[in-house]
Nanobody, 126 residues
Framework: QVQLVESGGGLVQTGGSLRLSCAASGLTFSSYAMGWFRQAPGKEREFVAFLSRSGSNTYYADSVKGRFTISRDNAKSTVYLQMNSLKPEDTAVYYC???????????????????WGQGTQVTVSS
């Protein structure tokens, strides 16, 4: 049974930082490209960041470029999202997702993930 479990969300002030983690189990982690997505109240889910299986390719939404960094530790079957200089508009539930593919993701596609995590809340206060 495949599981993706996010952690690290919470309440932070504007300009602060958080690091989200997504621990995967039940799959061969190194065979999966990973992505982070988010959904704010009343809004559609959106793409945040992508990381290829090898870790050599990354893509970010324009809204987070230069502030967020996606990385992975294959030995721990974990993908991370380091979020710096947080803004109130970053408030959302953040989801990680996995796809067993070499294809690159640069925008939101609901059909891309093979698996979703359950999400973790990030709230940035002004």
């Amino acid at each position: 049974q495949v599981q993706l479990v996010e952690s690290g969300g919470g309440l932070v002030q504007t300009g602060g930082s958080l690091r989200l983690s997504c621990a995967a189990s039940g799959l061969t982690f190194s065979s999966y490209a990973m992505g982070w997505f988010r959904q704010a109240p009343g809004k559609e889910r959106e793409f945040v960041a992508f990381l290829s299986r090898s870790g050599s390719n990354t893509y970010y939404a324009d809204s987070v470029k230069g502030r967020f960094t996606i990385s992975r530790d294959n030995a721990k079957s974990t993908v991370y999202l380091q979020m710096n200089s947080l803004k109130p508009e970053d408030t959302a539930v953040y989801y990680c997702a996995a796809r067993e593919s070499t294809s690159v993701l640069t925008s939101y596609s609901p059909s891309w993930p093979d698996y979703w995590g359950q999400g973790t809340q990030v709230t940035v206060s002004s």
